[in-house]
């Protein structure tokens, strides 16, 4: 079946520091792939998306680039904040499939 | 502002209790979604509306009951929960997939609930 896995956590960095978030994929038709964020005590946010090979999504900073070759869509930032501590979820979804498969989220933390 | 909202942002509920949650959507959507989102636990999806029918159930215990009025209002009532039912209650919406969108959905705040 389709699924997502994320690299475990938590991640923890120091302000300015560069981000990966590990993200790799198994799905049995041709995915579009997405991060979702959640700060504390709210929903998930769209963050980026992507929706066929080497497409680059990016958002406030954070890149991610569709790697069919790989299965892999990992998370990057140059330049971390504190402000981007939260949970960061990876996704994808199968074109006519009415559903999201999430990983299990990773947790980052940026201290000052 | 994310399009979606839910109401109460928290419950405190007793096990004997009946109550609803609500959420609205206000981006034109016809698919809805709830998600339960337990401590240390994957999302897990509870049920799809598309189009105000329900496309799936994915075993979620009777005491949970959906309820998609129109394509803007989805409901989940709440009877006789138990304490392991306390979790954060996440509403999605989304454009019904028809082979054209890429699919994103967008999720409101949550419902934060706690069953003593």
């Known amino acids: 079946g389709d699924s997502v896995t994320q690299m475990e956590g938590p991640v923890t960095l120091s302000e300015e520091a560069f981000l990966t978030i590990n993200c790799t994929y198994t799905a049995t038709g041709y995915p579009s792939l997405f991060w979702y964020v959640q700060y504390p005590g709210e929903g998930l946010q769209l963050l980026l998306k992507a929706t066929k090979a080497d497409d680059k999504g990016s958002n406030k900073g954070f890149e991610a680039t569709y790697r069919k070759e790989t299965t892999s869509f990992h998370l990057e930032k140059g330049s971390v904040q504190v402000s981007d501590s939260a949970v960061y979820f990876c996704?994808?979804?199968?074109?006519?499939?009415?559903?999201?498969?999430f990983g299990q989220g990773t947790r980052l933390t940026i201290n000052p | 502002e994310t399009g979606v909202t839910q109401t109460p942002r928290h419950l405190v509920m007793g096990m004997t209790n009946k109550k609803s949650l609500k959420c609205e959507q206000h981006?034109?959507?016809?698919?809805m979604y709830w998600y339960k989102q337990s401590a240390k636990k994957p999302l897990e999806l509870m049920f799809v509306y598309s189009l105000e029918e329900r496309v799936e159930n994915n075993s979620v215990p009777s005491r949970f009951s959906p309820e998609c009025p129109n394509s803007s209002h989805l409901f989940l009532h709440l009877h006789t929960l138990q304490p392991e039912d306390s979790a954060l209650y996440l509403c999605a919406s989304s454009q019904d997939p028809s082979g054209r969108s890429s699919y994103e959905q967008y999720f409101g705040p949550g419902t934060r609930l706690t069953v003593t």
């Open positions: 996704a994808l979804s199968i074109r006519g499939a009415q559903k999201l498969v």
């Open positions: 981006l034109g959507h016809n698919a």
